[in-house]
C-alpha cells in the first residue's frame, strides 16, 4: 500500500478505537509520535490533511533574491559552456559574493547542466615554468567550420595565452607563415614550439620531417619539439582549447557570418574573461606576458660556439661524416650545421634544434627523441626473415622506409613500409619486388 492509503487505514482504525493506540502504530509501522500527528490533522482537516505535503522548509534565509537568481541566468545564458565556478568568478568581479556550490544549485533547478558536462578533475599537469618558455600549436578540425580544416592555434603552454586564433581556411605553409610573423611581432618570440606531425610543420616525405617552416622557425633560434605519434595528451592544453572552441560553437552558435570576427571575439574572450582552475581561477591574460626576444625578418647566419665543429649540407641535403655520407633533408641543403662528437656518435644541431644522431657502430641515424637501441646482430641466412624464400635482407630506417633499388636522382629508392607490419631495425626481405616483414 502507498503512504496516502497507509494514512488513511490507520486514521479510521483510530477513529473506530477497535485496538489500542500503541497496538494500532505497531501494526502500521510507525512511531507513537507521528500516529498522533496524523491523527490531529486528520481531526482539523480531514483527509486533505494528511496527503504528503512537501518538505521543503518553509523559510530559506540564505536563498539568493530573486535578482541574483536572474542575474546566475543572465551570466549562464552569456556563457553557456561555463560551469558554476567560473561564473562565480565573473560575479565577484562584480561585486556579488555566491558559493559556487549555490550557483550550481540554481543551475540544476533551471535543468541547466547536462551529464557531459560532469567531467573528473585533472589528478597531474605539466606546464612550463614561465610565459614563452614553449608555445604550443595546432590546426583545429574542419567539423562545423564550413571549411577543409578548422582555425590555426598557438598557444602559450604556461598562460594558456592564445597567441593566434586564425581561419587560414588551408594548411599551406605560407598562409601559416604569415600568421607566425604576425604573432612575433606583437608577442615576440617563444623559446621552443610543440606541434604534431602534420603539415605543414612536418614533412611527411622528409627523412627528419623537416620542412621550409620549420627550417625557417629554426632560424630565428626556435626550438622545434614534434609529440609523439598518436599521442595527442602531449599536446593537451591546446587539445584541451579546442574543445572549449568546439563547446563555445556547438552551444553559442556561430552569431556572425564573418568566421574570424566570431574568433576573434573567442580568443579575447578566453585571454580577458574566462578564469582559467589551472591559474588559480585567473585569466591568461593575467598571467602572460610578451617575450623580450624581438622578432628579426631577416636573421643573421646563426652563430655556433666558439670552437664547435660546423659542416655543410650539400646540394642533396647529405652530410660528410665519418667517411661517408648520411641523408639529412633537402630542406637543409646548404645550410650549416653544428657536429658534437660522443664516441661513434655525432648529435647534429641545425640553430638551437638537435636534429639527428649518427652512428657509425650501426651505420644508422635517428632523429631527435628517438634514441637507437642496443645493436642487434644481423641475421646470418635469410631464412631469418620470417618464411619466405627471399633474395636480399635489409633493416628498416627510422621511418619504417626500407633502401632498395636504385635511381637516377640519388642512387637509391625507398619505399614506405606499413607501421603495422614493421618496427624500427626490424628486417625486411626483398624478392621479386615484393617485401616481408619481421
Not at 363 to 386: C, F, Y
Request: proline share 6%; net charge positive.
Amino acid at each position: 500500500m502507498d503512504v496516502d492509503e497507509q494514512r488513511v487505514r490507520f486514521v479510521v482504525a483510530v477513529s473506530l478505537e477497535a485496538k489500542p493506540f500503541g497496538q494500532l502504530c505497531e501494526e502500521f509501522g510507525i512511531s507513537r509520535p507521528t500516529g498522533y500527528v496524523w491523527k490531529e490533522r486528520y481531526r482539523e482537516h480531514g483527509l486533505s490533511g494528511i496527503v504528503e505535503r512537501s518538505r521543503r522548509p518553509l523559510r530559506s534565509p540564505r536563498q539568493p533574491p530573486a535578482e541574483l537568481e536572474q542575474r546566475v541566468m543572465e551570466l549562464r545564458e552569456r556563457y553557456p559552456d561555463w560551469g558554476a565556478r567560473k561564473l562565480r568568478v565573473v560575479l565577484e568581479r562584480e561585486g556579488i559574493a555566491l558559493g559556487y556550490s549555490t550557483i550550481h544549485r540554481l543551475l540544476l533547478r533551471h535543468d541547466l547542466v547536462r551529464e557531459a558536462d560532469r567531467r573528473d578533475v585533472a589528478t597531474g599537469r605539466f606546464e612550463r615554468t614561465q610565459p614563452n618558455e614553449l608555445w604550443q600549436m595546432d590546426f583545429k578540425g574542419g567539423k562545423q567550420w564550413g571549411q577543409a580544416v578548422g582555425p590555426l592555434s598557438v598557444l602559450d603552454d604556461h598562460s594558456r595565452y592564445v597567441v593566434r586564433l586564425h581561419a587560414n581556411g588551408s594548411t599551406q605553409g605560407e598562409l601559416v607563415r604569415e600568421q607566425l610573423e604576425s604573432a612575433f611581432l606583437e608577442c615576440g618570440l617563444p623559446q621552443g614550439m610543440l606541434m604534431d606531425h602534420g603539415v605543414p610543420w612536418w614533412g611527411v616525405h622528409s627523412p627528419l620531417g623537416l620542412t621550409r617552416l620549420s627550417v625557417w622557425l629554426m632560424k630565428q633560434g626556435i626550438q622545434l619539439h614534434w609529440c609523439r605519434v598518436r599521442h595527442p595528451q602531449t599536446q593537451g592544453k591546446v587539445e584541451r582549447f579546442h574543445g572549449e572552441l568546439q563547446r563555445a560553437l556547438e552551444r553559442r552558435g556561430q552569431a556572425s557570418a564573418d568566421t574570424q570576427a566570431w574568433l576573434d571575439e573567442f580568443r579575447w574572450e578566453h585571454n580577458h574573461v574566462r578564469p582559467h582552475e589551472a591559474l588559480g581561477m585567473r585569466t591568461p591574460a593575467e598571467v602572460w606576458r610578451p617575450s623580450a626576444r624581438r622578432y628579426d625578418p631577416a636573421p643573421a647566419a646563426w652563430r655556433y660556439p666558439a670552437g664547435a665543429r660546423v659542416l655543410k649540407v650539400d646540394s642533396w641535403g647529405k652530410l660528410h661524416w665519418g667517411g661517408r655520407k648520411w641523408k639529412l633533408s633537402s630542406a637543409l641543403c646548404g645550410e650549416r650545421v653544428q657536429i658534437v662528437e660522443i664516441g661513434s656518435r655525432a648529435q647534429v644541431y641545425y640553430c638551437s634544434t638537435l636534429i639527428r644522431e649518427l652512428d657509425l657502430g650501426i651505420q644508422r641515424s635517428t632523429i631527435v627523441e628517438r634514441w637507437i637501441p642496443e645493436q642487434v646482430p644481423p641475421p646470418k641466412t635469410v631464412k631469418d626473415v620470417l618464411k619466405h624464400p627471399v633474395n636480399h635482407v635489409l633493416v628498416l630506417d627510422t621511418f619504417r622506409w626500407l633502401e632498395w633499388g636504385c635511381s637516377k636522382l640519388n642512387g637509391q629508392m625507398k619505399t614506405p613500409i606499413c607501421e603495422r607490419h614493421a618496427d624500427v631495425g626490424h628486417y625486411a626481405g626483398v624478392s621479386s619486388g615484393r617485401h616481408f616483414c619481421s
